[in-house]
């Protein structure tokens, strides 16, 4: 298929794919991971009536008359610390010496902080009275052992990977994400060890650009490597690409020219072609094929094309592997602040900074062209037939 809509483009992308399963993380790093499966609490947490307070762990009804002026004394029969258990049940004008955190006593019934007490050993004056169960911690008062603490579908924040610890999970499962390989090509190519810079050539950028901008999203395993322009070479580099990734992303050599030698590594490779060319700039060449179902994204080599396109198809397509909608791009309204003077025949992304619902563009549109792009956090969807822009104009943005 040649020169379809975006929107076909990444449902013919999504279409063919499934969700990869479950991986089981351990519970620190799985931040961010969204779970597969509720994970119920083994425990009831606390998992032991404790107290809220320094203080005292005594009975309500034995302190009912207790004031400053008129102090009830109560033997002090245990000191209790946190960690440690109580040896005694508490009787009847008994106190226990308790700390924060600490295991109340079988028969107390409250819990009077020191501060209203003369600290006495062993017996303590008491000053003020209490009712049953004031600064009481009851067993369970956070979760029941058997509740679900977090359903199938949570993305795991902060919080979740405390309350997970906090019951003693140590494991979960959650949506695996897809291991990605970048692929860059081009004989033209040189990397920054290469120095000085040979005639002719440039430094690449993309393929660190790519494997960082995966690495923003939370895809872990990522690797990359550079191929030149012998199709030979690099369907043989896909082939092993291939055997240890779910997904290969490439970059360059997918449009028209002598060497844009994707048209022919493909076919060695024993791939299937699913679509080349988009009705949308910059990215126009993008193909997409796919090698025993596993996906196959080939982006252009111009550095502004490669970054927008991977926005528009390989976010669907990280999503449809991990079943994780977090990766597409949100969409919003904004009005523009800034002209742009380019009528679109055809549907056009451009750079953009959005904020509060108004977004500005940068100096330096064209697709080769990457200097632009840093600080922005948006493209801006301009529809097939779109005029020159002035300041004000209401556009669509999708969100990076
Ligand atoms: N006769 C035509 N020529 C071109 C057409 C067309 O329709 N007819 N399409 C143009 C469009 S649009 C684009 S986009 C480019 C896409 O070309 P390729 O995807 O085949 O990419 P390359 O030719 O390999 O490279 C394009 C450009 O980007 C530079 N590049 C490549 N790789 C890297 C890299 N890793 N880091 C930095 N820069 C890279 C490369 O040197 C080229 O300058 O084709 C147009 N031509
Ligand atoms: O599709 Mo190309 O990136 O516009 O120059």
Redesign the pocket.
């Given at each position: 298929m040649t020169g379809i809509e975006l929107e076909q483009a990444a449902a013919l992308i999504t279409g063919a794919l499934a969700p990869l399963g479950t991986q089981t993380l351990p519970v620190p790093d799985a931040l961010g991971y969204t779970l597969d499966a509720d994970v119920t609490a083994p425990l009831d947490q606390p998992p032991f009536d404790r107290s809220p307070l320094d203080g005292y762990a005594l009975r309500a009804a034995d302190i009912a008359s207790a004031s400053r002026e008129r102090p009830v004394r109560l033997r002090v029969v245990e000191t209790v610390y946190a960690g440690g258990v109580p040896l005694l049940p508490l009787t009847a004008g008994a106190a226990a010496r308790i700390m924060t955190g600490a295991m109340l006593p079988a028969g107390c019934d409250c819990v009077l902080r020191q501060e209203d007490t003369d600290q006495g050993d062993p017996v303590v004056s008491i000053y003020k009275p209490l009712r049953p169960y004031e600064n009481y911690v009851n067993l369970g008062e956070d979760y029941r052992s058997g509740t679900v603490l977090l359903p199938a579908g949570t993305r795991l924040d902060a919080a979740a990977v405390g309350l997970l610890s906090s019951a003693g999970v140590c494991q979960v499962p959650v949506r695996r994400r897809p291991r990605v390989f970048v692929l860059?090509?081009?004989d033209?190519?040189v990397y920054p060890h290469v120095h000085p810079l040979p005639p002719g050539k440039?430094?690449?950028?993309?393929?660190n650009l790519l494997l960082a901008r995966l690495s923003e999203l939370g895809i872990p395993e990522t690797g990359g490597e550079?191929a030149g322009d012998d199709p030979q070479a690099v369907a043989e580099a896909m082939e092993r690409l291939l055997g240890c990734c779910d997904a290969l992303i490439t970059?360059?050599?997918?449009?028209?020219?002598d060497?844009?030698i994707f048209h022919q590594a493909l076919p060695l490779l024993g791939a299937e072609t699913v679509f080349w060319r988009l009705n949308v700039?910059?990215?126009?060449?993008a193909l997409y094929s796919t090698r025993r179902g596993k996906p196959i994204l080939s982006?252009?080599?111009?550095?502004f094309?490669?970054a927008a396109t991977f926005e528009l198809l390989a976010r669907p397509m990280l999503c449809a592997l991990s079943g994780e909608e977090r990766l597409l791009p949100q969409r919003r309204s904004a009005r523009l602040d800034t002209a742009f003077s380019k009528a679109s025949p055809c549907r056009r992304f451009l750079r953009g900074r959005w904020q509060d619902g108004r977004v500005s563009l940068p100096e330096g549109h064209s697709?080769?062209q990457l200097a632009s792009l840093v600080g922005c956090n948006c493209l801006v969807d301009l529809p097939a037939g779109t005029g020159p822009l002035e300041p004000g104009r209401l556009v669509e943005v999708l969100l990076l």
């Open positions: 860059s090509t081009g033209e190519v440039i430094y690449g950028s993309n393929l550079h970059t360059g050599g997918v449009s028209v020219g060497k844009d700039k910059p990215g126009t060449p982006l252009s080599g111009n550095p094309a490669a697709s080769g």
